[in-house]
């Protein structure tokens, strides 16, 4: 299938919606979904810190593995984050495209600040439009729900200072190449429809727009 020979990755600050675009294009194309921070939370035994977005330079030789066959039918999330990074993934494959979310600072600052989390699985919860049926309360398993440290409202600042300074020379990387393609917006589901119609240029999709 032709979807098997797409290399594509989604970048973007911590809150930018990264995981669901891609939780979506995997739907929609047949891909298989890689995220850098999961596999890291996983790593480090399912903990509360979101090491995915800070751990810049230990990352590469953690994740680099996983993205071999059957990487090459897949969408990654959140990786390269660093200059380094990237050229290590050079090394590996050739990306085909590269997306990237542009959110504006105050957006992302509000979903930051919101969010709360199920430290075992990770999966995340927004107050303002993806509450818990329960608030604090996991849907699947009924345990309480946490704010990692770097959500708080006084540290999201510097983390969204600290992606921005990071990622700059990563983005210009891809520009220069013309495989990058950036999204601007402040809600995932406006943003979504530019990217299904992107991909649907590039491989043939397994569901319809509408069907996500």
């Not at 050229?87 to 494959?93: F, G, Q, S, T, Y």
Request: charged share 25%; net charge neutral.
């Amino acid at each position: 299938m032709a979807s098997k020979l797409l290399r594509a990755v989604v970048l973007g600050p911590p809150g930018s919606g990264k995981g669901t675009v891609c939780e979506r294009i995997a739907r929609s194309f047949g891909l298989q979904h890689l995220s850098s921070g999961q596999f890291l939370r996983e790593s480090l035994g399912g903990g509360g810190g979101d090491s995915g977005e800070d751990g810049f330079v230990s990352i590469s030789a953690a994740f680099l593995p996983l993205l071999t066959p059957p990487f090459w039918c897949g969408a990654c999330t959140g990786f390269p984050r660093t200059l380094g990074q990237a050229e290590a993934l050079d090394k590996i494959c050739e990306l085909d495209l590269v997306i990237s979310l542009n959110i504006p600072f105050e957006t992302l600052k509000d979903r930051l600040s919101a969010r709360w989390v199920h430290p075992a699985s990770g999966r995340v919860y927004n107050m303002d439009f993806n509450p818990p049926h329960v608030r604090g309360i996991d849907d699947l398993t009924g345990e309480p729900l946490v704010q990692r440290e770097e959500d708080r409202p006084e540290a999201v600042a510097a983390r969204l200072r600290k992606y921005k300074d990071a990622a700059k020379p990563v983005i210009e990387l891809y520009k220069s190449r013309g495989i990058l393609h950036s999204f601007s917006g402040t809600e995932t589901n406006k943003i979504w429809p530019y990217v299904y119609t992107l991909l649907s240029s590039k491989i043939p999709p397994v569901l319809s727009d509408e069907e996500n």
